[in-house]
């Protein structure tokens, strides 16, 4: 792999930049693989690099149904924060918080991680005392943390509306220094070219039809590109159509795929350096490096697939933006899109062993995968190539929703859910 | 965005007055004594969840405040048949038994 440096781009500018190294191979499937892992977003990437570069497990194949990223790594809104109630869930969150501080470093890939904080806004008392809450459970797991007061929230953000006279006046915040944002594709093509360098086959294109399982084991996938590939574990990571696999498998997931929409607007000057977010009117705001705001909401109530959703929930987001930032009433969208999100009840992943033996799921993210791209992929990294899932993974199990054991976070998921 | 016939207003009204509430026929529990934790994490938390034709529970909440069933393809959105709760839909996929 060429290593990326300034010097590195200083010496290809005299060949006009023409001889770049492709950033991945695109091989041809062996007959066996130690692990399969299905779906090639930021998450199953993430898996397969730490499984060769951690774990020491280098015969792996990233099988992706269309191009890496294409599908909610590449249209979440990036924000990353790790301030969560429950100790399960914060530290599993605070994990992947660790890596993406290094991770830029770890990929030799800017995946332009920009802790540039996060508030999250309350605007009842009760709002508030949640925050106070959760700010001290935060705290607690050893995650920084902390309540602010309208006027403080007003001097971080000073366009945005703190003022008594709104519908719904901003009380105070929930602030976390440390968050921040960070550039969706390059994290899928970082883990991918990262991955790519210690040995991962990576195939795009390639849809898995069926699993291929013996005696209640799972042996390989069989695909439409390259018939059948086997291996001895098989890693299903693919969020939104996580319960097709599952379907596969013959059993069922606690899970319900919706449309996600998110949009952004025309680029503008520097306005807005950190991330808002309310779970009160039901918005989200923060301002990309080009420029343009990325604005997200909560999910369609509806099941779809379709990577589109309706349009009242869009007005309804913009609503509530121009509710926090009237500045913002001209500004013109440029752009909107759906992902599809896989829900879990109690608003936390499923990372997982299944009723079928050597199949493994990491799915469930729901609203809110993107933050955990690193650690996701670290501990289900961790859990293939022992056969025993990581203990940050275990509160985890799809089978919490038999034993009751249900790690509640939707007060922590934040807005969609 | 739908434009959904609700079956006891026997109109056509926009999105906004319905809600949905997930896969309908999911049939409470006989003898809830008798249950395992597993019969009951499935009743309460498993779901079909479909790529495809989708059988599901909707309320004319700002209407009639009735509740009645859709079916409706999750990728292309298209919706096949309303019908009341307590009817049995008649677009079903082959995959599916109500």
């Known amino acids: 792999m060429q290593h990326y440096s300034g010097f590195g781009l200083i010496k290809h500018s005299l060949s006009h930049h023409e001889n770049w190294q492709r950033a991945w191979r695109n091989p041809t499937p062996k007959k066996q693989y130690d692990v399969i892992v299905i779906g090639g977003g930021g998450h199953g990437l993430a898996t397969a690099y730490y499984l060769a570069k951690e774990f020491g497990v280098t015969n792996v194949a990233v099988v992706e149904k269309g191009y890496l990223g294409g599908g909610n790594t590449g249209r979440n809104t990036t924000i990353v ?22 991770l830029s470093q770890d990929l030799n890939y800017n995946v332009m991680f920009s802790q540039r904080g996060v508030l999250n806004l309350g605007h009842t008392l009760q709002d508030m005392r949640d925050i106070h809450r959760r700010v001290n459970a935060n705290r607690l797991n050893g995650i920084d943390s902390e309540a602010l007061d309208a006027k403080q929230v007003q001097e971080i953000v000073p366009h945005m509306d703190c ?6 006046p901003v009380l105070g915040a929930s602030w976390q220094p440390r968050a921040g944002v960070a550039r969706h594709d390059a994290v899928a093509w970082g883990y991918a070219r990262g991955a790519d360098a210690h040995g991962v086959d990576i195939f795009q294109q ?17 695909t439409n590109r390259y ?23 013959g059993f069922e997931l606690p899970l319900e795929s919706h449309p996600l929409q998110a949009l952004v607007s025309e680029p503008v000057k520097p306005i807005l350096d950190t991330v808002v977010m309310s779970n009160h009117v039901h918005g989200y705001i923060s301002q990309s490096d080009k420029g343009d705001l990325v604005i997200g909401a909560g999910i369609d109530g509806y099941n779809g697939y379709g990577q589109r959703g309706s349009f009242p929930t869009i007005e309804h987001t913009l609503q509530a933006i121009l509710e926090l930032f009237p500045i913002f009433s001209r500004v013109r969208m440029n752009r909107q899109w759906g992902g599809i999100v896989d829900t879990c009840p109690d608003a936390c992943p499923i990372i997982s062993e299944t009723p079928i033996k050597n199949l493994y799921f990491n799915c469930g993210w729901g609203t809110g995968g993107f933050k955990a791209t690193p650690g996701s992929g670290h501990v289900f990294a961790a859990s293939l190539a022992k056969g ?30 | 965005m739908f434009h959904i016939y609700c079956p006891h207003c026997c109109e056509h009204r926009e999105e906004e007055e319905f809600h949905v509430k997930g896969q309908a026929h999911i049939a409470r529990p006989v003898d809830p004594e008798a249950l395992s934790d597993e019969e009951w994490g499935n009743y309460l938390y498993f779901r079909k969840n479909p ?48």
């Not at chain 1, 003022?163 to 719904?168: I, L």
């Not at chain 2, 709760?85 to 995959?95: D, F, H, K, L, N």
Request: with cysteine.
């Open chain 1, 163 to 168: 003022s008594a006279n709104t519908r719904y």
């Open chain 1, 206 to 222: 390639t849809e898995v039809t069926d699993l291929i399982i013996e005696d209640g084991t799972c042996v390989g996938v069989r």
């Open chain 1, 81 to 102: 924060r790790s301030n969560y109630l429950w100790d399960e869930a914060a530290h599993l969150y605070e994990h992947a918080m660790g890596l993406w501080e290094g």
């Open chain 1, 227 to 249: 018939g059948d590939i086997r291996a001895e574990r098989v890693g299903s990571v693919t969020a939104g159509n996580s319960s097709v696999i599952a379907a596969m498998g």
């Open chain 1, 388 to 417: 025993d899932m990581h203990p940050l993974a275990k509160p985890f199990s799809m089978f919490r929703f038999h034993t009751g054991a249900l790690v509640d976070e939707h007060g922590a998921a934040g807005v969609a859910h």
């Open chain 2, 51 to 98: 790529r495809g034709l989708h059988h599901e529970l909707w309320v004319h909440n700002a209407g009639c405040r009735k509740f009645f069933n859709v079916t409706r393809d999750t990728v292309t959105y298209e919706i096949k048949e309303v019908y009341k709760v307590g009817e049995q839909p008649s677009v079903v996929s082959p995959a599916d038994k109500v």
